[in-house]
């Protein structure tokens, strides 16, 4: 089986390195992520600049791009030969609920499943790499699986708690549930006194009721959640077409 492996942490990140550990004896992985940190840059591909690719003595290679540049530039203009599967990650915290509208890992995974590639985004629960071993062996175990039964292509964006493996109660299929609105941004100044704003902490949960991926990784169980692109309101299109006329 080939894989490829990417991130939105950076390709030095201890997650990637983790997966890319993981994954090695069981696969022909390849490794193509960004070269700094670029969490919270969704399904962006960078148009308005040349990218480049560093080959690292270690056979990684880094991308001065978004998570979806790397899988792109790997897919069309990289690789020789087709992956099996995209791996993303292990990113450094959750992507549950709304999160995975802006995560950088769920975007990695996409950009694969665009293409028709099978593809699965992992994240742990907080942040910090606390049982990172854990997280890296439940990856292991989920792409072990071979979900072909899902049909192909997939795309699974999966949550691990972040305690030891032992811990872990096991697997849950789950839905996305839901966040509060995000905490206002904050207001600060650059050092020649100009104003600058940071982007504020994400809401609490909103909807985390049984069955979603909230619920699911609080009790201490793995969440896995199939995802889609069509965002289409279908409920709503009898109603805009009647005001259409």
């Given at each position: ?73 790997a897919l069309t203009g990289l690789l020789t030969e087709r992956p099996d599967l995209i791996v993303s ?157």
């Open positions: 089986m080939k894989i490829l492996i990417s991130n939105d942490d950076g390709y030095l990140a201890p997650g990637i390195e983790a997966l890319a550990n993981a994954l090695a004896p069981i696969a022909d992985i390849t490794v193509v992520a960004p070269e700094s940190n670029r969490s919270g840059s969704s399904n962006s591909l960078t148009l308005d600049r040349p990218l480049r690719v560093y080959r690292t003595p270690g056979g990684v290679y880094s991308v001065n791009g978004t998570p979806s540049d790397c899988v792109h530039i990650g292990i990113n450094q915290g959750q992507n549950m609920g709304d999160d995975t509208l802006y995560s950088g890992t769920v975007a990695a995974a996409t950009e694969g499943f665009l293409f028709g590639i099978p593809a699965i985004a992992f994240s742990q629960s907080q942040h910090g790499w606390a049982n990172l071993d854990a997280a890296a062996r439940v990856a292991r175990e989920v792409v072990e699986r071979r979900l072909d039964a899902l049909g192909t292509p997939f795309l699974l964006n999966v949550n691990i708690p972040s305690i030891p493996y032992e811990a872990i109660l096991g697997w849950k299929a789950t839905r996305l549930g839901r966040r509060h609105q995000s905490e206002p941004v904050i207001r600060s100044a650059d050092p020649h006194g100009n104003e600058v704003f940071w982007i504020g902490p994400p809401g609490r949960a909103k909807d985390d009721a049984s069955g979603t991926d909230f619920h699911a990784v609080s009790e201490g169980f793995v969440s896995i959640t199939p995802l889609q692109i069509d965002i289409t309101h279908t409920a709503q299109l009898a109603q805009l077409r009647s005001v259409l006329g």
